[in-house]
């Protein structure tokens, strides 16, 4: 018994405080409409769907308007809800549900989720949710409201459900027409991503149609030529690939806010759809192509999506104007305000309007972990990739694996945390593609022109005689510096230098183990940049070399180089970390604040680096690079080549 106590302790010491949070008023000093703010966490999961019971009531009306949307192929739309109540509170919430029928005849729980005999009302989330009084603060007095979403074609229909009791002890009173997109199966959403080598570009894309009812291809060619068809493979994925609780949890019936398991494979579980790539092979370098996604249905005829162009990548080593964005940990929000009352990602939209307005001023985009923050709640995937739609339709929007897409007790992660929700990296693996060996372990190395890119994966292990460690090494190798000199390090987690308050407590100003083993290939293969997420914040650390800086320059490097420059991009858009009170030495500029970096490389001899805000686009940090291929030769501390004094 003292065992099973001590086991029950731990789970719920780790569930707990998985689920933990600050909780803080908003800068204004009030709270969001007098209830509590909880800074980062995942605003669906604040919903008790498990503990919902329905009181319905004649004397509610809720009606949504239009009721059939996207007549002209619009994938977004803005819908109006009429609610008319006759016992109004202030705890009244409305809840975006698709597919629109959703109640306990669409269960499928886990078979040893629930309690025996144990049935819920409801057993699935909604996708988004206002509070009744959201547009209306006279709503308590009225019982009258209207309420605006932004909706997105998402496979399904949609209703619209009105709840009072609040969050924790919803009540279900009234529940609206069905309404729904005009072709909810369209193909929507692609994603450009790199190939395995520089001519290829890849396409993926969501659609509703099965191998079984259409075939997917891309029809694309040079823009104002004829155009050829490429196919695509199709894959999804089902509840039962989520993961789950351990055993023991299980056993004990260990529920966290009346979500068993992971709300991935419970209450989050969506379907997914298909996901579809094709690969566009044999492109010329920096040519500008046309596309669309098409589907050839059983009947003959064809659906196809909006027509989309890119410019292919310049050939390794070429010189000409090549200009790189990287940003981790930007999370999705919506523009029509719902889902916000956790100040969860309070800066995502401002990143995305900036590299949509510069979207003419770049050329590839690295996303380096932590995306929409779904953390189990499979809607917010289609909805982040919607919000990203303008940029990752015209650029290549490579990704890194954070732990908010793949950590997982007893999954494989390095880190034992339950952070993805259950997702345990299945919805990133198979809705983006990388030019991995495999997506399950997901590092990979990257061409861009006169960049050389090594992406780790930080959800699994790095160090020294690790499978990865191997691959970093191989990756780090493998550049042609007189061709790319521009070599670049990514992984989500720090695995360099960070001044975040929570690494300054534990003395290190690192991830545990981040740099030990990594330092040393850094400086063998002269790495000159390397990037980190995972921090909230944006922080850039001189030229450094075992705790030292070894450059005593700030705005302009020129030279050997003699140590990495490292940078925490983690301000995307998700809530702030604070830096840590002791003066770290090493650090050189802070920003509390969302921002993005850009890299433009002019040539093999002189590069530009740029942080920017996100809320303003203007330039707070930067620095250049000039050098010339004999510097990267030179011998450096623990980087020089064997010699031998033979003749």
């Given at each position: 018994m003292k065992?099973?106590?001590?086991?029950?302790v731990?789970?719920?010491?780790?569930?707990?405080?998985?689920?933990?949070?600050?909780?803080?008023?908003?800068?204004?000093?009030?709270?969001?409409?007098?209830?509590?703010?909880?800074?980062?966490?995942?605003?669906?999961?604040?919903?008790?769907?498990?503990?919902?019971?329905?009181?319905?009531?004649r004397?509610?009306?809720?009606?949504?308007y239009?009721?059939?949307?996207?007549?002209?192929?619009?994938?977004?739309?803005?819908?109006?809800?009429?609610?008319?109540n006759?016992?109004?509170?202030?705890?009244?919430?409305?809840?975006?549900f698709?597919?629109?029928?959703?109640?306990?005849?669409?269960?499928?729980?886990e078979?040893?989720?629930?309690?025996?005999?144990?049935?819920?009302?409801?057993?699935?989330?909604?996708?988004?949710?206002?509070?009744?009084n959201?547009?209306?603060?006279?709503?308590?007095?009225?019982?009258?409201?209207?309420?605006?979403?932004?909706?997105?074609?998402?496979?399904?229909?949609?209703?619209?459900?009105?709840?009072?009791?609040?969050?924790?002890?919803?009540?279900?009173?009234?529940?609206s027409?069905?309404?729904?997109?005009?072709?909810?199966?369209?193909?929507?959403?692609?994603?450009?991503?790199?190939?395995?080598?520089?001519?290829?570009?890849?396409v993926t894309w969501?659609?509703?149609?099965?191998?079984?009812?259409?075939?997917?291809?891309?029809?694309?060619?040079?823009?104002?030529?004829?155009?050829?068809?490429?196919?695509?493979?199709?894959?999804?994925?089902?509840r039962?690939?989520?993961?789950?609780?351990s055993?023991?949890?299980?056993?004990?019936?260990?529920?966290?806010?009346?979500?068993?398991?992971?709300?991935?494979?419970?209450?989050?579980?969506?379907?997914?759809?298909?996901?579809?790539?094709?690969f566009?092979?044999?492109?010329?370098?920096n040519?500008?192509?046309?596309?669309?996604?098409?589907?050839?249905?059983?009947?003959?005829?064809?659906?196809?999506?909006?027509l989309?162009?890119?410019k292919s990548?310049?050939?390794?080593?070429q010189?000409?104007?090549?200009?790189?964005?990287i940003?981790?940990?930007?999370?999705k929000?919506?523009?029509?305000?719902?889902?916000?009352?956790?100040?969860?990602?309070?800066?995502?939209?401002?990143?995305?309007?900036?590299?949509?307005e510069?979207?003419?001023?770049?050329?590839?985009?690295?996303?380096?972990?932590?995306?929409?923050?779904?953390n189990?709640?499979?809607?917010?995937?289609?909805?982040?990739?919607?919000?990203?739609?303008?940029?990752?339709?015209?650029?290549?929007?490579?990704?890194?694996?954070?732990?908010?897409?793949r950590?997982?007790?007893?999954?494989?992660?390095?880190?034992?945390?339950?952070?993805?929700?259950?997702?345990?990296?299945?919805?990133?693996?198979?809705m983006?593609?990388?030019?991995?060996?495999?997506?399950?372990?997901?590092?990979?190395?990257t061409?861009?022109?006169?960049?050389?890119?090594?992406?780790?994966?930080?959800?699994?292990?790095?160090?020294?005689?690790?499978?990865?460690?191997k691959?970093?090494?191989?990756?780090?190798?493998?550049?042609?510096?007189?061709?790319?000199?521009?070599?670049?390090?990514?992984a989500?987690?720090?695995?360099?230098?960070?001044?975040?308050?929570?690494?300054?407590?534990?003395?290190?100003?690192?991830?545990?183990?981040?740099?030990?083993s990594l330092?040393?290939?850094?400086?063998?293969?002269?790495?000159?940049?390397?990037?980190?997420?995972?921090?909230?914040?944006?922080?850039?650390?001189?030229?450094?070399?075992?705790?030292?800086?070894?450059?005593?320059?700030?705005?302009?490097?020129?030279?050997?180089?003699?140590?990495?420059?490292?940078?925490?991009?983690?301000g995307?858009g998700?809530?702030?970390?604070?830096f840590?009170?002791?003066?770290?030495?090493?650090?050189?500029?802070?920003?509390?604040?969302?921002?993005?970096?850009?890299?433009?490389?002019?040539?093999?001899?002189?590069?530009?680096?740029?942080?920017?805000?996100?809320?303003?686009?203007?330039?707070?940090?930067?620095?250049?690079?000039?050098?010339?291929?004999?510097?990267?030769?030179?011998?450096?501390?623990?980087?020089?080549?064997?010699t031998?004094?033979?003749?």
């Amino acid at each position: 018994m003292k065992f099973i106590a001590l086991v029950f302790v731990v789970i719920v010491t780790f569930v707990s405080s998985s689920y933990s949070s600050v909780i803080r008023k908003h800068s204004d000093g009030g709270e969001e409409k007098g209830r509590a703010v909880v800074v980062g966490e995942q605003p669906l999961s604040k919903i008790a769907i498990h503990k919902t019971v329905a009181a319905l009531r004649r004397s509610v009306s809720i009606t949504a308007y239009p009721r059939l949307l996207g007549t002209k192929g619009e994938d977004t739309e803005w819908v109006e809800v009429r609610l008319q109540n006759a016992e109004p509170c202030e705890d009244d919430w409305v809840g975006v549900f698709s597919p629109a029928k959703f109640n306990e005849s669409i269960c499928d729980p886990e078979p040893r989720a629930l309690d025996e005999g144990e049935t819920p009302y409801l057993c699935t989330s909604p996708i988004k949710y206002k509070y009744a009084n959201f547009s209306n603060l006279n709503y308590t007095n009225t019982g009258k409201t209207t309420l605006k979403f932004q909706l997105i074609n998402q496979r399904a229909d949609f209703s619209f459900a009105l709840f009072t009791g609040g969050l924790d002890n919803p009540k279900l009173v009234a529940v609206s027409n069905h309404i729904s997109f005009a072709n909810p199966k369209a193909p929507l959403y692609p994603r450009l991503a790199q190939g395995k080598s520089w001519d290829i570009m890849t396409v993926t894309w969501t659609s509703g149609y099965s191998i079984d009812e259409a075939v997917p291809f891309v029809e694309w060619g040079w823009k104002g030529h004829t155009q050829v068809h490429s196919p695509a493979g199709t894959l999804t994925f089902s509840r039962g690939s989520m993961c789950d609780l351990s055993t023991v949890a299980l056993l004990l019936k260990i529920t966290v806010n009346f979500i068993p398991c992971g709300p991935a494979r419970t209450v989050g579980w969506r379907d997914p759809g298909f996901f579809h790539t094709s690969f566009l092979k044999d492109l010329w370098p920096n040519t500008v192509y046309t596309y669309r996604m098409g589907h050839i249905l059983s009947n003959g005829s064809y659906v196809w999506s909006k027509l989309y162009s890119f410019k292919s990548s310049p050939y390794p080593g070429q010189e000409s104007l090549q200009r790189v964005i990287i940003f981790g940990d930007m999370g999705k929000a919506e523009r029509d305000g719902s889902n916000e009352y956790a100040d969860y990602q309070p800066g995502s939209l401002n990143t995305t309007d900036r590299l949509i307005e510069d979207l003419d001023n770049y050329d590839i985009v690295f996303h380096i972990g932590d995306l929409p923050y779904a953390n189990g709640y499979i809607s917010q995937w289609d909805q982040f990739t919607a919000q990203v739609d303008p940029i990752q339709s015209a650029k290549a929007y490579m990704i890194a694996s954070g732990n908010h897409e793949r950590d997982w007790p007893n999954s494989g992660s390095f880190y034992d945390t339950n952070d993805s929700g259950g997702e345990c990296g299945v919805l990133a693996e198979t809705m983006y593609y990388v030019p991995a060996e495999n997506r399950a372990k997901f590092w990979y190395e990257t061409d861009y022109g006169m960049f050389h890119f090594c992406i780790a994966d930080s959800e699994h292990d790095w160090r020294e005689g690790s499978e990865q460690y191997k691959f970093i090494e191989k990756c780090l190798a493998s550049a042609d510096r007189q061709k790319q000199p521009w070599l670049i390090f990514v992984a989500h987690r720090v695995l360099g230098y960070s001044s975040n308050s929570w690494y300054g407590l534990e003395g290190s100003f690192e991830e545990p183990m981040g740099r030990e083993s990594l330092q040393k290939l850094w400086q063998k293969y002269k790495v000159d940049i390397a990037f980190y997420g995972h921090v909230h914040n944006y922080e850039r650390i001189c030229p450094i070399y075992q705790n030292q800086c070894v450059n005593s320059e700030k705005s302009h490097y020129s030279g050997t180089v003699n140590g990495t420059i490292h940078v925490v991009v983690g301000g995307g858009g998700s809530h702030l970390s604070d830096f840590t009170t002791i003066d770290t030495v090493w650090s050189i500029y802070k920003d509390l604040d969302f921002g993005f970096v850009k890299m433009t490389a002019f040539n093999r001899s002189s590069l530009l680096f740029e942080y920017k805000r996100s809320s303003d686009g203007e330039v707070y940090d930067s620095f250049t690079i000039s050098r010339d291929y004999r510097d990267v030769l030179a011998c450096v501390h623990d980087g020089c080549e064997p010699t031998t004094l033979a003749t």
